[in-house]
Nanobody, 118 residues
Framework: QVQLGESGGGSVQTGGSLRLSCAGS????????MGWFRQPPGKEREFVAQ????????KYADSVKGRFTISRDYAKNTLYLQMDSLKPEDTAVYYC???????????WGQGTQVTVSS
C-alpha cells in the first residue's frame, strides 16, 4: 500500500525559507514521478514541481522557478522541497503525490500548511 507523509510546513515571514519533506512507503513501481502541488486558500490545487525518480530530472512551475528546489533521498524514498524567498502568495496547503509510470498522479499525502506573512 502506497503511503505518503508530508512534514515541514509552518509559518514564516516574507523572504524566509522552509523545507518540506515527503516520506514514501510501499513504492514498488518500476518508474514513477513524485511531485509537489499546492492549494492556496479559496483556489484550485496547482502544480509546483516534480522529479522523475530514477533520472532525477526536474520540472518547476514558472511561479517558483529560481526560488524552490526539489530534491530526493533515493535510499530513503523521501522527496524534499526547499522553499526560499517565500512570498505571501506561496501560502497554501502543500501536497506531495506520486504518478506511477506516467499514468497520472494517483497517490496523495495529507498535506502540510505553509503560511507566509508580509
Amino acid at each position: 500500500q502506497v503511503q505518503l507523509g508530508e512534514s515541514g510546513g509552518g509559518s514564516v515571514q516574507t523572504g524566509g525559507s522552509l523545507r518540506l519533506s515527503c516520506a514514501g512507503s510501499g513504492l514498488t513501481f518500476s518508474s514513477f514521478t513524485m511531485g509537489w502541488f499546492r492549494q492556496p486558500p479559496g483556489k484550485e490545487r496547482e502544480f509546483v514541481a516534480q522529479m522523475w525518480w530514477n533520472s532525477g530530472i526536474t520540472k518547476y512551475a514558472d511561479s517558483v522557478k529560481g526560488r524552490f528546489t526539489i530534491s530526493r533521498d533515493y535510499a530513503k524514498n523521501t522527496l524534499y522541497l526547499q522553499m526560499d524567498s517565500l512570498k505571501p502568495e506561496d501560502t497554501a496547503v502543500y501536497y506531495c503525490a506520486i504518478s506511477p509510470s506516467n499514468l497520472g498522479y494517483q497517490y496523495w499525502g495529507q498535506g502540510t500548511q505553509v503560511t507566509v506573512s508580509s
